[in-house]
């Protein structure tokens, strides 16, 4: 047998075990030193990284009026009494008295009250105060975390026993949902970690295989963060790339290496010295962990040409964590395995015999194969059913009703919107070369003014630019939100300033969310064609057959476009949302979708490349197609499901967070994975490779050029366990 690059690894790795793990010792130091930088180069900007209208305003606002101001920042508070109106004696003094305190923030410059000489901003009824808070700007968020603390302190004394207190604004707000995210952070971690031991106690029935995969995971992710904080210096990434990262290693790392310590495993039963055995695995399970890792990694490549920093940000997180999840998995584990040796088995349970072949998924293969059309039949109707939903989805990021009831942000924008008519963001128009149209402009300011989806419209002049600022009454889920800026762009602004010479630019919160979504879809395509053709081509030569990569194309589209249905189905129509815990949405968030498809594409390759490299290594050993459908899928079987059932684990504890778009991306991928592991792996791919018989290993002659890649290195069990297992397959077929 040829080892290949990966058995040549795993025994250079497995000859000096102790060398190889001090050097990844050395390095998770190293990438512990690294991430404790990582905070200074995160952000929550959303940017287009592209020439769209939205940030064109952003870039001119920046240019042209950030020198006008002071430079700070404008923060609020909302106080709200129940047993006092402005004007009392008691709302005064709390008011006086939350100004003081806030004044003795460091980082902040001015704080105004309303007094009776300038009661704005007060509601209609008195009872709710805006208190303005000038902060100046800080990268740690350190001035609006005291400036909260201050808030909380004062919330605290039995003077405020009444009164409601809440800071609402761009600073506070990054900090209020950078703290939403570590907390959905530390639940998906949580429940991922907890279930995935127990789903590798129940998979390898011993304790000290069921930990080695999570030893892996963590590596990965250690050194993925470390890694990541490196590439941050260099490029603006992303608050959701630790949780794209932790959730993305968990996956993998634990995939990876359930394939390897099982195969090791297997070659211990089979009489192996635990050198052969480490060699074997890295010939065999490791170069199908390689080949898989090469796979996602070029999946998630596509997310890259995406022009935003959300979408670079997600692809680069996962792409550095599959990096480091395969480079664990070929380098420490072999190390880890040489060092335990047949203690890999300790802490074994009575019922787990490592080694046999599980009876159960040769029943399940056959039972599919005695019927294939069938089979074949009802997985297609499944997938069917469940992708019809996505073709009613809708993007648009989720709006204030997407956080918990009692989220205190939430809270304060629905103060803002029904006692002082104020939206949740705002819009900006920037007019260029406006000199000598004066007059059109002025018109223009009016015209918006009188759309009822913006309110508060005020004109700004700089030299001949001119600014103007208004705020959107409508939620921004609301669907009128969306058509409010086309109506900007479309009709008000290009007839207003019809016959000048100037040149507008539409921007703000809203705007830059539809230029988000124009660009996305704009993208897909290409996107598409990076992921499929790339995918394709892997395949084609890894197994030598153009019938096997153009199934599962076909069917990773099929069983991400039912994640795409169940997603619209569940948030968007809200069919047991509530049950799960999750919040109704107008729509799907607008990076979602394409993300999924690269991730999930990816991870569905992983799948396909562990049980179709056992189906090859069989079928290139006996010829006999359906017999070796049953062998792979008996051997694979469990595998791939305990494998998917952590990765819904790990997906499921994401999905549970409080961010609705975490929440969609948990829900999607745990829905696709299970599906893949289920109904295509465990019934649309034997069905059909059963009914398709020797056409699977179909190539055209005029691909016969191609290399001979062996993914699983071909290596024989001992003679008579073949003769055996060749005997009882007869029997059973």
């Known amino acids: 047998m040829s080892t290949g690059i990966t058995g040549r690894i795993a025994r250079t790795a497995a000859a000096r075990p102790w060398i190889t793990v001090t050097v990844w010792v050395l390095a998770l130091a190293g990438a512990i030193y690294a991430a404790g930088g990582l905070g200074d180069t995160l952000t929550q900007d959303e940017r287009m990284l592209t020439p769209v209208d939205s940030r064109t305003v952003d870039e001119l606002d920046e240019e042209h009026r950030a020198g006008t101001g002071d430079g700070t920042v404008a923060e609020t508070i909302v106080v709200e009494s129940s047993s006092a109106d402005f004007g009392h004696a008691d709302f005064d003094a709390a008011l006086a008295s939350l100004a003081d305190a806030v004044a003795g923030v460091e980082g902040v410059t001015q704080v ?11 509601s209609q009824d008195g009872a709710t105060a805006l208190v303005s808070v000038q902060v100046l700007p800080d990268d740690d968020g350190a001035v609006a975390e005291d400036l909260m603390a201050a808030t909380e302190a004062v919330r605290s004394d039995a003077a405020f026993a009444d009164f409601t207190v809440r800071n609402i604004g761009p600073a506070t707000g990054e900090v209020a949902f950078d703290t939403l995210a570590e907390e959905s952070l530390i639940v998906g971690e949580a429940i991922g970690l907890g279930v995935a031991l127990v789903i590798l106690l129940i998979v390898f029935g011993a304790l000290v295989a069921a930990g080695i995969p999570l030893l892996v995971a963590i590596v990965s992710i250690v050194m993925a963060v470390g890694a990541t904080a490196i590439v941050g210096q260099a490029f603006e990434l992303s608050f959701f790339v630790v949780n794209m990262i932790t959730m993305m290693g968990l996956a993998l790392g634990i995939d990876y290496s359930l ?59 996962a792409i550095l964590v599959a990096i480091m999840s395969v480079l664990a998995a070929v380098t420490l584990l072999p190390a880890v395995l040489r060092l335990l040796g047949h203690r890999v088995n300790a802490g074994r349970l009575p019922w787990a ?125 609301d669907p009128e939100a969306e058509a409010a800026v086309d109506r900007l762009r479309e009709e008000i602004v290009p007839e207003a300033l019809a016959g000048t010479a100037a040149i507008a630019y539409v921007g703000g919160d809203q705007a830059s969310s539809v230029d988000f979504s124009d660009t996305i879809r704009d993208m897909a395509p290409w996107v598409l064609l990076i992921v499929l053709g790339s995918s394709f081509v892997l395949l084609l030569v890894a197994f030598r057959s153009i019938v096997v990569p153009a199934m599962a194309i076909v069917l990773n589209l099929l069983s991400t476009a039912a994640a795409f249905g169940m997603l619209v189905a569940v948030f968007q129509w809200g069919w047991g949302a509530s049950l799960f815990g999750f919040p109704q949405v107008d729509g799907i968030a607008p990076w979602i979708p394409l993300f999924l498809f690269a991730v999930l594409f990816g991870l569905s390759m992983d799948y396909h490349v562990f049980l179709l490299s056992r189906v090859k290594e069989r079928f290139d050993a006996t010829g006999d197609t359906r017999e070796s459908i049953a062998y792979g899928l008996s051997r694979t079987g469990s595998l791939i499901t305990g494998a998917a059932l952590i990765m819904v684990a790990v997906f499921s504890g994401f999905a549970l967070g409080d961010l609705a778009e975490f929440s969609q991306m948990g829900f999607g991928l745990a829905a696709a994975v299970i599906l893949d592991a289920t109904v295509v792996r465990s019934m649309l791919v034997p069905a059909l490779m059963a009914l398709l018989g020797r056409t699977n290993w179909y190539l055209p002659s005029w691909l016969q050029w191609l290399p001979h890649v062996s993914i699983e290195g071909g290596e024989a069990p001992p003679q008579g366990q073949r003769d055996e297992e060749l005997e009882m397959a007869r029997v059973r077929v």
């Open 112 to 122: 105004t009250v309303p007094t009776a000489e300038q009661p704005f901003p007060v």
């Open 259 to 317: 394939v390897a310590v099982q195969r090791f495993r297997e070659e211990l039963a089979h009489g192996r010295s635990v050198m052969d055995a480490v060699a074997i695995t890295g010939s065999t399970a490791n170069r199908a962990v390689l080949f898989s890792g090469i796979t996602v990694v070029i999946s998630l490549v596509g997310l890259l040409i995406v022009p935003s920093t959300i979408m670079r940000s997600l692809g680069a997180g």
């Open 353 to 477: 015999h490592p080694g046999t072949e599980p009876r159960r998924w040769r029943a399940i293969a056959e039972a599919v194969i005695r019927r294939p059309v069938l089979w074949a039949g009802a997985g297609l109707a499944i997938l069917g059913l469940l992708a019809a939903p996505a073709a009613g989805m809708r993007l648009t990021f989720p709006g204030i009703e997407a956080l918990p009831e009692d989220n205190e942000f939430r809270l304060a924008t629905e103060t803002l919107v029904e006692d002082f008519g104020q939206g949740q963001s705002s819009t900006l128009i920037v007019i260029e070369d406006a000199a000598n149209a004066d007059a059109e402009v002025a018109a223009l300011a009016a015209a918006i003014e009188d759309d009822p989806a913006f309110a508060e419209t005020e004109l700004m002049w700089v030299d001949d630019i001119a600014f103007i600022d208004t705020r959107d009454t409508l939620d921004a889920a």
